[in-house]
């Protein structure tokens, strides 16, 4: 395959404090990154007084990742822990992994003291063939790709 065919992504694997794949996801949206703009009020060197706009702090957005439920708990045992008494102790530095089809590295992403602000259990409908999924939403104050 040349530099410039796109490689499918079929799954996401999350390592976090040093464990490897605490979790396997279907998608992953959200990461991402924003300025604030701020506007200021200058005068020029004539007392004429115009606005200018300038780089305000960064917000980062916060990334939902989704899978089918399983019975693994490793990855529910922290959610639950920091929803029960807060994230303050329980950031942690994570990794986001995109897989091709044979499980190989196609993108990796590191976030920055990382912790589950929003968790959504399935919806579940035994009248329906279909998988449950559930969503993990993850704070974080920092990202780059690595």
């Known amino acids: 395959m040349s530099d410039h ?15 490897e794949a605490v979790g ?4 992953m949206s959200g990461l991402g990154a924003e300025f604030t703009v701020v506007e200021q009020a200058a005068t020029d060197a004539n007392g004429k007084p115009h606005k200018f706009k300038t780089a305000g702090a960064v917000k980062y957005s916060n990334v939902v990742l989704k899978r089918v ?9 922290w959610v639950e822990d920091v929803f029960n008494s807060g994230p303050s102790g329980k950031r942690v530095d994570a990794t986001i ?17 990382a912790w589950p602000c929003q968790w959504k259990a399935a919806d579940l409908d035994a009248s329906k ?9 993850l704070a974080y104050e920092g990202f780059k790709r690595i």
């Open 129 to 137: 063939d279909e998988a449950g999924f559930e969503e993990l939403h």
């Open 24 to 27: 396997w996801f279907q998608s």
């Open 97 to 113: 992994e995109a897989k091709d089809q044979a499980g190989q590295t196609v993108a990796t992403y590191s976030l920055t003291n």
């Open 5 to 19: 065919e796109a490689e499918p992504v079929r799954y996401f694997t999350l390592n976090m404090g040093g464990k």
């Open 69 to 77: 439920a399983d019975s693994k708990k490793d990855l529910w045992t």
